[in-house]
């Protein structure tokens, strides 16, 4: 099979929000292995020098199986990319954001792609004690580091994106030791490896992509979690509860999902949720914040804080 590597690279004077934005076209579009590069002078102390990139480019890459509709996808990036582009030409006077994207092309085979792939995601520090690391990368970890190994493999969650780096600082936050913990919509199950290393007791992970159980099967395995802690299927939250009677409650609940779904399952997350549990929601774009807010508080909870990254918003919320 053919893949079509898609890069777009970009000069601006908001980096990381143009990184945010120039992502969103990519993971709306549904690019797979989406990963973004910033250009970095030397290692920061304690990663090997074939763990980050030292580049002078910055750019995010994705990649799109070459088929009848791919063209059809690449002109819809390009599109997106200069309406960008003269929004951003538009906003100048208002926001100050610059913004120029020149994207590039090129088709690779199969395990190019597997290589390819691997060759563009680096180790990660997403919390002060929290690191993300491929497992084909060399690490030193400090003393009080926790390292995460990732393979995300076709599933989503790399770690480098916001909404899942904000999960994770939320989840180091508000995870207390024993606390059981529910990801829906685990893609590669890195909030689910997250949570068994800062102690959770019970770890149960879903998803409605049969791809992404695998994954996240195979990367507890890698970070060495016991496998009688945790359990992961192919599911919806509705369908979960009701195969599972009386409902499993659980201390924290994640779910880093687009808006429509999180308010969509609310109501089931609230059923999931042991009485004075948190709920993590992230993958929530600003503009629907408020609509977010407001399920939130139709179903009783109280908001204990919300975090932003560029365009994202994350929230934790308590019953
Ligand atoms: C943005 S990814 C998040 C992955 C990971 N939890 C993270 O934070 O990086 C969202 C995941 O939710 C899954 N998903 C989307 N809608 C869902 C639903 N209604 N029920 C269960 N999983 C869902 C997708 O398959 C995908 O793996």
Redesign the pocket.
């Known amino acids: 099979m053919k893949w079509i590597h898609v890069k777009a690279i970009f000069e601006s004077n908001d980096i990381p929000l143009a990184e945010e934005l120039v992502s969103d076209i990519f993971f709306g579009l549904g690019l797979q292995g989406v990963v973004c590069q910033i250009p970095m002078d030397a290692p920061p102390e304690g990663f090997a020098s074939d763990a980050v990139e030292v580049s002078d480019e910055t750019y995010v890459s994705g990649y799109l199986p070459d088929s009848d509709t791919s063209m059809e996808i690449i002109e819809k990036i390009r599109e997106k990319a200069e309406e960008l582009q003269s929004k951003s030409e538009g906003l100048q006077s208002q926001s100050g954001l610059y913004i120029n994207i020149v994207i590039k092309t090129e088709i690779v085979d199969q395990e190019d792609w597997a290589e390819a792939w691997k060759s563009f995601f680096y180790v990660t520090r997403i919390t002060e004690h929290i690191v993300v690391k491929p497992e084909w990368r060399t690490f030193a970890p400090h003393q009080k580091d926790i390292v995460i190994e990732i393979d995300p493999g076709m ?5 480098t ?1 916001p ?2 780096a904000m ?1 994770v600082a939320l989840i180091e936050k508000y995870l207390m030791p024993a606390d059981t913990f529910l ?9 689910m490896i997250a949570g068994a290393k800062l102690g959770a007791r019970r770890l149960c992970g ?4 049969e791809v ?1 159980v695998e994954v996240a099967c195979q990367n507890l395995e890698k970070n060495a979690i016991d496998p009688d802690r945790y359990h992961v299927e192919k ?3 509705d369908i979960y509860l009701a195969e599972n009677q009386p409902p499993p409650k659980f201390d924290i609940v ?1 779910a ?3 808006s429509e ?1 999180i308010i ?2 609310l109501g089931d997350i609230k059923k999931s949720l042991s009485d004075g549990g948190t709920v993590i929601l ?2 929530i774009i600003r503009e629907k914040e408020g609509i977010v807010l407001a399920a939130l508080e139709e179903y009783g909870f109280s908001i204990a804080e919300i975090r932003y990254e560029g365009e994202w918003v994350a929230i934790a919320a308590k019953l």
């Not at 990801?183 to 909030?191: A, P």
């Not at 879903?206 to 992509?209: A, H, R, V, W, Y």
């Open positions: 599933a989503f969650g790399t770690g994106h909404t899942t999960c990801d829906v919509g685990t893609g590669s199950g890195i909030l879903i998803d409605n992509d992404a599911n919806t939250l994640t880093n999902i687009i779904v969509e399952i992230s993958g």
